[in-house]
């Protein structure tokens, strides 16, 4: 982390899991363990738990976001929510192209860039996923890769949107696997990420760039990834739907 630079921001995803009670119950629980935190502290909920989310959370510096987005501001899109309706139920980020959305539900880089487009336009802040399956990171390509879809992603984002967004480099092969990128290739990674940021706006505006690790970072590897000075966060997936881990990570990241 450079917090010099840009701010550490640990946010939790907590995928298809809690309903609206259990929401409340376990950001009850973590309230008072993440106070003290000198990051930002963001947990992406469900969408039927967005607004108990909101409300649990008021008064605390625990901000909510959402785990998915429609690219049209309405219309015939069967079970999908636009920017608009999450920032009118409290939303103030919102993850885009997680690998999950990517793997199992037909999203690309195309869908991905104008998902973003529609999140910033609407005020909300996203945290933009990449990163290569384990048979591209065998080929020797997770550094081409990564930059084309960080590039791709950022397509029409203008320099004060950019402000914004948070890229999360997350390994398909480390995600849910309990497998962990070394500390040494989350840095690596993150470093072409910004790289290819820098390409696209110049170093002062990649320098101040969050860019996250997510592959199962937990508590007891969080501190080790978070010392790098490329790696300015986690995107935690298991971890977060326990209070004291995630608490644990965010202590990590407040150092």
């Known amino acids: 982390m450079n917090k010099a630079l840009r701010p550490a921001v640990i ?3 907590w995928k298809m899991n809690k309903t609206p009670s259990e929401t409340v119950a376990l950001i009850n629980e973590m309230k008072p363990l993440v106070a003290d935190a000198t990051c930002d502290v963001v947990l992406c909920v469900p969408f039927v738990d967005l607004a108990p989310a909101v409300q649990a959370a008021a008064g605390s510096n625990i901000k ?10 309405s219309g015939a899109f069967t079970g999908e929510i636009s920017a608009d309706m999450l920032k009118e139920v409290g939303a103030e980020y919102v993850i885009i192209g997680h690998s ?10 195309v869908t991905v860039n104008k998902r973003t487009l529609a999140a910033l336009n609407a005020g909300l802040k996203v945290i933009v996923c990449v990163g290569e399956y384990l048979e591209q990171r065998e080929q020797g390509i997770t550094r081409e890769l990564v930059s084309m879809q960080t590039k791709i992603a950022l397509g029409g984002v203008t320099p004060e949107q950019l402000k914004q967004v948070i890229i999360a480099y997350e390994p398909v092969w480390a995600i849910g696997t309990g497998k962990t990128a070394t500390a040494q290739q989350a840095n690596e990674v993150n470093a072409a990420i910004r790289g290819a940021v820098a390409e696209l706006y110049g170093q002062a505006a990649a320098d101040g760039l969050t860019i996250q690790y997510g592959g199962s970072m937990n508590a ?6 978070l010392a790098q000075p490329d790696v300015d966060g986690g995107l935690i997936g298991g971890a977060s739907l326990k209070a004291k881990d995630f608490s644990i990570i965010v202590q990590a990241a407040s150092k």
């Open 11 to 13: 946010a939790g995803n």
């Open 64 to 73: 909510i976001g959402a785990q998915n987005v429609h690219f049209e501001k």
């Open 220 to 225: 007891g590897n969080a501190e080790e990834l």
């Open 100 to 109: 999950e959305r990517r793997t199992y539900f037909g999203e690309t880089d």
